[in-house]
């Protein structure tokens, strides 16, 4: 009878401690699985924002140099106003995938940097375009003189940006997967209980 007991015993055990590692490895599949597919999205997101400012920047360049050429800019600028266009439509799209992926901060870099930096560009040339290069005070020629120098910093600051989301996603840096099991972030609710357990032993850092 007490064997009987025994093995009784070690059957629930073995059943129990089968089925909690058949949900382990469950949920660690779907984990891996949600990581690569936030991954492919997260790069997909960042060449479309890379297509999207090239768009833009080229065609504003185009204007540009259309207006300090003197010649027949309508074409110039009937493609900068398409670009521009095209930019504000995909807007707020872009706004709330970086939020998504990358989070509040490169949110506000994108809007704030990124999106200000094109902005303010277009806005001198198209003053120019408006008024006509000469008609301009001097301090609004010389911010024409220098609006290609602009757009050449802007660029290059737009090259930083998509570089530093590129390390965030070979990192798995991205999405809701880098808050599990990320104490520095500090949404306790995706830190699991064997991960805590295995930072108490020293195993986990």
């Known amino acids: 009878m007490t064997q009987f007991f025994s093995t009784l015993t070690l059957g629930i055990i073995a059943t129990f401690v089968g089925t909690f590692l058949q949900h382990a490895y469950w949920k660690r599949r779907t984990f891996e699985e949600i990581k690569t597919k936030e991954r492919e999205d997260a790069s997909k997101i960042i060449e479309q924002l890379g297509r999207a400012v090239d768009r833009r920047l080229v065609a504003q360049r185009d204007f540009m140099n259309a207006i300090n050429n003197d010649a027949n800019d309508n074409d110039s600028f009937l493609a900068y106003k398409t670009a521009l266009f095209k930019w504000m439509e995909e807007f ?88 599990v099991d990320n104490v520095k972030i500090g949404h306790l609710e995706s830190i699991s209980y064997s991960f805590l357990l295995l930072r108490l032993f020293g195993v986990k850092p």
Request: glycine share 6%.
């Open 92 to 179: 707020s799209s872009f706004k709330s995938k970086i939020y998504l992926y990358f989070g509040r901060d490169e949110m506000y870099e994108f809007e704030n940097s990124v999106h200000m930096n094109l902005y303010n560009t277009a806005s001198i040339i198209t003053r120019t375009h408006k008024y006509g290069l000469g008609k301009l005070s001097r301090r609004d020629q010389r911010e024409h003189a220098e609006v290609g120098q602009r757009m050449s910093i802007a660029h290059h600051e737009i090259v930083r940006f998509l570089n530093r989301l590129n390390e965030k996603v070979e990192n798995f840096e991205i999405g809701r997967s880098r808050l």
